[in-house]
């Protein structure tokens, strides 16, 4: 079982530049979300989704696109990189959204934009 | 709103020593807490949550997370640290109007020394 799937783990963008963040799971989850890990910030929410074609913003979306066509992928976008958006990314996911229910998550995408 | 703060950046302790991480949280209603531990350039793995019931909670790798309402606290922890424990370790809070939002602390770096 692979659990979550993150792709690419290292990445270097220049400014302006777009690419697109994989997440794959295989556990069925309802559930998917992407994070972004900053020092000194923790985690912060960008975007999640409760199943197959329902997205929705979380605390920091701008700069963002996330689609989810299937149960299994949830690809994060970035439209046009900047410096800002250097992070660590997570994507996350459970079986269903509630109280007690755990979100699981991937090993990170290292982004650096130049 | 919610949010969590954790209010130490690095706790020192040695082995064999009992170890406390802290963690303070604000909600608007029940509060749906998790601690999450991070290896270096790993994602965040899952130790315990406090849903509801006894305020002793017992998590994975001997850790425990005791709840106090009347403080807002949620501290995490354990009896006799190990090296191995070294790591930076995240508290966490459910959004109690929207369970699809985690709002995560800054995390707090644990250093265990032989």
């Known amino acids: 079982n692979a659990g979550v799937t993150q792709t690419p783990k290292f990445q270097v963008l220049k400014t302006g530049q777009s690419m697109t963040l994989q997440c794959a799971q295989d556990m069925n989850h309802e559930y998917m979300s992407w994070y972004r890990q900053d020092p000194g910030m923790g985690l912060r929410l960008i975007h999640y989704?409760?199943?197959?074609?329902?997205?929705d913003q979380g605390e920091v979306p701008n700069g963002y696109n996330v689609s989810r066509s299937t149960t299994e992928d949830f690809p994060l976008r970035l439209l046009s990189a900047a410096p800002s958006q250097t992070s660590v990314y997570f994507c996350?996911?459970?079986?269903?959204?509630?109280?007690?229910?755990?979100?699981?998550f991937g090993e990170g995408s290292w982004l650096t934009v130049v | 709103a919610q949010s969590v703060a954790q209010p130490e950046d690095q706790v020192n302790v040695a082995e064999g020593n009992p170890l406390t991480v802290k963690c303070t949280y604000s909600?608007?209603?029940?509060?749906?807490l998790f601690w999450y531990v991070q290896y270096p350039n790993r994602g965040l793995q899952f130790l315990l949550k406090?849903?509801?019931?006894?305020?002793l909670v017992k998590g994975s790798y001997g850790f425990e997370a005791e709840f106090n309402k009347s403080q807002t606290s949620f501290h995490l922890k354990k009896p006799s640290a190990l090296v191995s424990d070294s790591a930076l370790y995240f508290c966490a809070v459910r959004d109690a109007d929207n369970f699809n939002k985690f709002y995560f602390g800054s995390g707090t770096k644990l250093n265990v020394k032989p």
């Open positions: 996350a996911s459970s079986y269903e959204v509630g109280p007690g229910n755990t979100i699981y």
């Open positions: 909600v608007s209603g029940n509060p749906y």
């Open positions: 989704s409760v199943g197959a074609g329902i997205t």
């Open positions: 406090y849903i509801t019931g006894d305020n």
